[in-house]
């Protein structure tokens, strides 16, 4: 499935738009990892698990998105766009939304 | 005299944790910046644009895909310390834009790795997001002073 975040995908023509599919999640590490971000904070630099943390969500709402998608009988998803949330401290809500569409290539 | 000794541990764990802010954190902060120089040189002729429709692309190449990249970057100490000074007066919060424009950069060049490794010469469409991890908008609750941010863009293969 190609998933592109732009309007149209270079080299592929859309036939079908089957809508707006969606994913979400909500997803918070271990208070161990909040402990020691919490000593992070004190000497700067990167927070890895909270890296970590994003990243897993990230892909957990593309999936679901995908999914999504793929019951649509879409082969592609254009235009998707993140947002994100603030539930509470030490947690992410990752929002991702795009349009289904079924791309063909043109013919030659 | 046990006030005093008080005063004295408030005292010294303050001075101590600013020290590590400024010995410690300085230093990450450095080094940080040098890695992400000299990551970023070795980019040559990668092209990133934040247009919405690609340009230049190669007939021939595989085809484009979204790719994601992430960076939450703490902040220290004295940083933390100097912009709740700064609060006082107002004005440019410098010790936060640093940090910023680190999580900026490596959130990007994230992006640029990903897409040179799986054989793409050019992203398009980036946008660029914060999260908010440490619970800045959250009432009732302490933050944690860190910069998260979400970086997409399509990855795709340019002519020439």
Aim: proline share 2%; net charge positive.
């Amino acid at each position: 499935m190609i998933v592109v975040n732009t309007e149209t995908v270079p080299g592929f023509v859309v036939v079908a738009v089957k809508g707006m599919v969606q994913g979400n999640t909500v997803r918070a590490k271990h208070a161990g990892r909040d402990i020691a971000a919490g000593f992070k904070n004190l000497v700067g630099g990167e927070l890895k698990g909270y890296t970590e943390l994003l990243t897993e969500s990230r892909r957990q709402a593309v999936e679901r998105m995908m999914a999504q998608a793929q019951q649509l009988g879409a082969n592609a998803i254009v235009n998707v766009r993140f947002t994100t949330s603030a539930v509470t401290a030490g947690a992410a809500e990752l929002y991702a939304y795009g349009t289904a569409v079924v791309l063909q290539e043109p013919p030659a | 005299m046990e006030n005093a000794i008080g005063i004295l541990l408030t005292i010294g764990s303050l001075v101590f944790m600013l020290g590590l802010g400024y010995f410690v954190g300085g230093w990450r902060e450095r080094s940080h910046i040098q890695d992400l120089d000299r990551r970023e040189s070795g980019n040559g002729d990668f092209v990133i644009t934040q247009v919405k429709t690609a340009m230049d692309v190669s007939v021939n190449g595989p085809p484009p895909t979204l790719l994601i990249g992430e960076a939450v970057i703490a902040s220290d100490y004295l940083k933390t310390f100097l912009a709740s000074l700064r609060n006082l007066f107002g004005g440019e919060v410098r010790s936060y834009r640093t940090l910023m424009e680190r999580a900026r950069r490596e959130a990007l060049q994230r992006i640029v790795e990903q897409a040179r490794q799986a054989g793409y010469n050019a992203v398009c469409n980036v946008r660029m997001q914060a999260a908010d991890v440490g619970g800045s908008n959250v009432a009732g609750k302490k933050a944690m002073v860190m910069a998260a941010i979400l970086v997409s863009a399509t990855a795709y293969r340019r002519e020439g």
